[in-house]
């Protein structure tokens, strides 16, 4: 919780530490002690140090929300090149390989325009030592010659492995849910 609030949420972090800061003062506005007074002083110094962690610090969870957002950014662009960059040779998606799938994504993006990809609600989980599992809802707008869907909803779990310099994706699959008429990854590729 701690690790979450000072090396990923930059705003919640600020807003806090604003708050915690206005509290010194009230109280050495109202006490006017040396202790006070140096309380002030330190929380003014900590502040642009605290921030400034929080930006440069990368947390692994962070490293693959960011390779997932990356992922969707190249869809958007149709650019199966970027995607292959980030599996991992063993790679796989509902029996199929890295290649095939690939070949299939090119297909699928050739056909397909996909625009206004948006991804929330991570769920990062690190199971074993080495393997980041991410879950997270994406909606994009897909267009073809003969179909247009303004608002596509999804829900997606990648699994990742850290090879010791970069995460890589090992497998992705497509959670049915609800409103999604995804509830395959191959349901991408008709």
């Not at 604003?18 to 003014?44: D, P």
């Not at 980030?86 to 509902?94: I, P, Q, S, V, Y």
């Not at 993006?109 to 609600?121: E, G, H, I, K, S």
């Amino acid at each position: 919780m701690i690790s979450k609030l000072l090396f990923e949420s930059f705003w919640q972090l600020l807003i806090l530490l604003v708050a915690v800061q206005f509290g010194f003062i009230a109280v050495w506005s109202w006490r006017r002690t040396r202790a006070w007074g140096r309380a002030v002083s330190i929380g003014f110094a900590a502040m642009p140090s605290l921030l400034s962690l929080s930006i440069i610090v990368v947390t692994p969870r962070e490293e693959v929300i960011g390779i997932c957002r990356d992922l969707a950014a190249a869809v958007e662009l149709g650019d199966p090149g970027a995607i292959g960059k980030h599996l991992a040779k063993d790679f796989e998606a509902a029996g199929f390989s890295r290649f095939e799938f690939l070949d299939r994504v090119e297909q699928s993006l050739t056909r397909y325009d996909v625009d206004q990809a948006r991804l929330r609600n991570f769920e990062v989980s690190f199971p074993r030592r080495n393997e980041a599992v991410a879950v997270f809802n994406a909606a994009c707008r897909v267009r073809c010659v003969d179909a247009f869907f303004n608002r596509l909803a999804s829900r997606w779990r990648l699994t990742f492995r850290d090879d010791g310099r970069i995460w890589q994706v090992t497998r992705v699959e497509a959670l049915p849910t609800a409103f999604s008429p995804i509830r395959d990854v191959r349901d991408c590729f008709r």
